[in-house]
């Protein structure tokens, strides 16, 4: 086989985290090789300004997605299934080029909040064992807390230049952000994005109801601005194509606009694009990463010698790589023992579709990641001492976009889905639709896991993953409770029509998307009989592999992951430069 | 005849069809293909051809808020589209085996067939239907028979036999007259931008910011399209 020079350092996939480490660590001095299954894209040459307007290439024949021919799962519900193939594109949104799912991402750009870290032990706190314990969930601390975290949710935010407006900023509540965030050492990078249209009227019938509507923290930048790394974004101009689009005009923030100027100038660095990573290989003491095996774009397979490996392809991906490469003991779900593809979970979605009479929406303009929430209902923001789960919503409402041809789907209940009465409709509504929706968190169970699927391949015959998974009781209870909270703002709000949807009412599929945030299955934790990786995304099992993304988060929170995915990243860097290269091939010691 | 040739008489159709500017030429693959008007069809027969529009135009017929589908091009942009990668299904999974309880655990519908085949098995099918119920083509049918054949392959009424899945054959008809009519028109459909105009859509604009604190206001902006002003 082929074999490349050794490298410090081999990062397997460049979206957000792979791109994040490869710079920390090249600029810390390490050779760095990042190696691809994409082709390397640009915002600029790619998706220019006169490309990038078009929903049906982008939005409807998704083109910047990894195909499902190329990268797929099989699923099932319960453990007495046999899975099935998802064969067109479902909730796995990859991203189909170097930058992976950071390029064609929306932007909602959110911190955690402390609860969602230690979930487990401040439900028994508040709550008692038996809320945690329930015989189904699975819940588990993260090995670290938000204070810990916070300083890379700050780093990670100046690079990426995110919109906001501070709710709590050192401790003191500013009343002009989210109100339950959890104390900020700064203020965001760039001011919050405009209030548009359907936030106008979701503020104004929160706060008629007592409730605190901010504007989400976005990945689409309100003003010039340049970030530490030396990179430059340009305003949001507010075009509405955002999510599943690129943006040529330098507004969302994505690796190639925030972090790939940097790498291109290091000379420490270098990118394998169009090479699929097919595993990790071990020295023969079987706890040591020797770096990866690929294959490239004519097929041949090579070798790429590392000193350390950080996996930093999808959460799916991160999870299959560990198991075809036999690092970390593969999660048993009759006796919960093992660590590898343990602890998937996903986002418990509800929520309602409103319709208004006569109102002038212009739902055209917005941004990927614009829209109005309120955090009352998430998390542990409320009280559930009387109620009969865990967990929360963030319910939003979005100024995203215009898309003419998904939103035919947007009409009222009832209302002619073809002829003459769907383009009466239609012509009508268009201008009067809007959407609540509960973004929520979701709870690991014992049954929800990863493993290998023992029928179906990739092209290079390498097992799919196969997940197995259902919505938990406590998430169709969080699910059902948030949504009767939208319907009221819904009412609030004056609109004519209030249509709930709740995705948890039926059994999970992967076809339907509710949200492409799939988590865990490499989780981080303090005790290595329940985690796969130490609170610094380092392999229990094998040291000198990093695993990161949203596969090291125990639970799902109800928001979206990036932010987190970012901060992780930054933190595993710096352990990596300030600790493990003293003792390398050693665990980190706190 | 050498590629550039080539490139340079697609140019010239275009232009002259659009008689407008055009961007198109060096930078193929960068720049959406923009579709031919003029009838010539790269994988609809004309036999196809007169089931589709009968169909099309029961799913989106003119009347006073716009052209029908036909009309406004979605045939060009069906044709167009089978002919390329999204007719050859060429994002599938098609690996087997093929499983019999795939929609049920997916709870939607999964094809290995691509959409072209579907298109000549569903069209196949439906023809083979009304010949045997109503002694005609279904494109001879009176409407509010065409309607209600619709409709029964809508609801799960009516199967067409058991090569075609006659919902998901529905649903996909649906879904393309549906982007042939909002998709940009350089695809072929939207002639005019008419379906943008119907429901108050800009299109291809790059600058809202002079607008956003007109919240709630009707901005009665010129519609835009990739290549085309209207």
């Known amino acids: 086989m082929a074999r490349n020079t050794k490298a410090d350092v081999v990062v397997v996939g460049l979206g957000w985290a792979g791109s994040l480490i490869a710079a920390q660590l090249s600029h810390g001095g390490m ?3 990042a190696i691809d299954r994409g082709p390397r894209i640009d915002p600029q040459t790619d998706t220019p300004l006169t490309v ?13 997605l990894a195909k499902p021919r190329d990268n797929t799962l099989t699923m099932r519900n319960t453990l007495d299934q046999i899975a099935v193939p998802q064969r067109e594109l479902g909730i796995l949104e990859l991203g189909g080029g170097a930058g992976g799912q950071g390029f064609h991402w929306a932007g909602m750009a959110w911190r955690f909040t402390p609860w969602d870290f230690q979930v487990r032990t401040e439900t028994i706190k508040r709550y008692g064992m038996p809320r945690a314990e329930d015989g189904e969930l699975q819940l588990q601390d993260w090995g670290l807390t938000y204070d810990d975290l916070e300083p890379d949710y700050d780093g990670w935010e100046r690079i990426a230049g995110i919109a906001g407006k501070a709710g709590n900023l050192r401790g003191k509540v500013t009343n002009e952000g989210n109100p339950f965030e959890a104390p900020r050492s700064r203020d965001y990078p760039t001011p919050k994005l405009k209030t548009l249209r359907m936030m106008e009227i979701f503020n104004k019938a929160t706060s008629e109801l007592g409730l605190n509507p901010f504007t989400i923290p976005a990945a689409n930048v309100s003003e010039a601005y340049a970030n530490p790394l030396g990179a430059h974004l340009a305003p949001c101009t507010y075009c509405g194509f955002c999510q599943y689009h690129g943006c040529g005009n330098y507004s969302k923030s994505t690796p190639q606009t925030c972090v790939f100027p940097y790498l291109q100038k290091e000379p420490n660095f270098k990118v394998i694009s169009k090479a699929c990573v097919t595993r990790v290989n071990k020295a023969a003491d079987g706890r040591t990463a020797t770096g990866v095996t690929y294959i490239n774009e004519s097929g041949k397979e090579i070798e790429q010698p590392g000193d350390i490996v950080c996996l930093t392809a999808s959460q799916m991906d991160n999870v299959r790589l560990l198991l075809v490469s036999g690092i970390g003991k593969p999660y048993d779900p009759l006796s919960s023992e093992g660590v590898v593809g343990r602890n998937f979970s996903y986002q418990t979605v509800s929520g309602a579709d409103l319709w208004f009479e006569g109102d002038k929406i212009n739902p055209f303009i917005g941004a990927g990641g614009l829209g109005s929430q309120i955090d009352n209902y998430n998390g542990d923001n409320f009280d559930h001492s009387s109620l009969d789960f865990i967990g929360g919503a963030g319910i939003l409402t979005l100024s995203r976009g215009g898309a003419p041809i998904a939103k035919t789907n947007n009409l009222p209940p009832g209302t002619p889905r073809w002829g003459s009465g769907f383009k009466k409709a ?13 973004q929520g968190t979701s709870m690991p169970t014992k049954h929800g896991y990863i493993d290998l699927d023992p029928t179906y391949t990739d092209r290079f015959g390498i097992p799919l993953p196969r997940l197995t998974y ?10 059902k409770f948030t949504k009767e909270r939208a319907v009221e703002i819904g009412h609030q709000m004056g609109a004519s029509h209030v249509a709930p949807f709740d995705f948890a009412q039926k059994p999970f599929t992967t076809a339907i998307g509710a949200s492409n945030h799939t988590i865990g299955g490499a989780v981080m934790g303090a005790d290595r009989s329940t985690s796969a990786v130490n609170s610094y995304l380092q392999a229990w099992d094998c040291p000198n592999t990093f695993v990161i993304g949203a596969s090291a988060f125990p639970n799902n929170a109800g928001y979206n992951p990036t932010g987190t995915v970012g901060a992780l990243a930054l933190r595993a860097a710096r352990a990596i430069l300030e600790k493990y290269v003293r003792h390398p091939g050693e665990l980190i010691e706190d | 005849m050498k590629r550039r040739e080539l490139l340079f008489r697609a140019v010239a159709v275009v232009t002259a069809v659009v ?3 055009t961007t198109h030429g060096e930078e193929e693959g960068l720049l959406p293909k923009t579709t031919r008007r003029d009838g010539v069809r790269k994988v609809l027969t004309q036999g196809q051809e007169e089931i589709l529009k009968a169909v099309f135009d029961r799913l989106i017929p003119g009347d006073e808020l716009g052209p029908s589908a036909s009309g406004a091009g979605c045939l060009d942009f069906l044709d167009d589209q089978l002919a390329g990668g999204y007719g050859e299904g060429s994002t599938i999974y098609r690996d087997g085996p093929v499983q019999p ?18 298109y000549y098995f569903g069209l196949k099918a439906l023809e083979a239907y009304s010949l045997k119920t109503d002694g005609a083509s279904f494109a001879d049918l009176q409407s509010d028979r065409q309607d209600e054949i619709l409709r029964g392959m809508e609801t799960g009424k009516i199967e067409l036999g058991e090569d075609v899945n006659t919902k998901g054959f529905f649903e996909l008809m649906l879904t393309n007259a549906r982007e042939g009519y909002f998709a940009d028109p350089c695809y072929g459909g939207n002639k005019d931008m008419a379906g943008w105009k119907m429901i108050g859509f800009p299109g291809a604009r790059y600058d809202y910011r002079a607008y956003t604190e007109r919240t709630g206001q009707e901005l009665n902006l010129v519609n835009v399209s990739l290549i085309l002003k209207g």
């Open chain 1, 31 to 33: 050779r760095v090789v």
């Open chain 1, 52 to 64: 990038d307007p078009d929903e049906l290439r982008w939005s409807s024949r998704k083109e910047l």
């Open chain 1, 426 to 438: 239609y012509s009508k509504y268009y201008q009067n639709h809007g959407v609540l929706f509960n």
């Open chain 1, 470 to 479: 259902t919505y938990s009781r406590n998430d169709r209870a969080m699910a």
């Open chain 2, 19 to 21: 008689a407008n500017r």
């Open chain 2, 101 to 118: 309880h795939e929609e049920q655990m997916l709870q939607k519908a999964q094809f290995i067939s691509t959409p072209r085949e579907r």
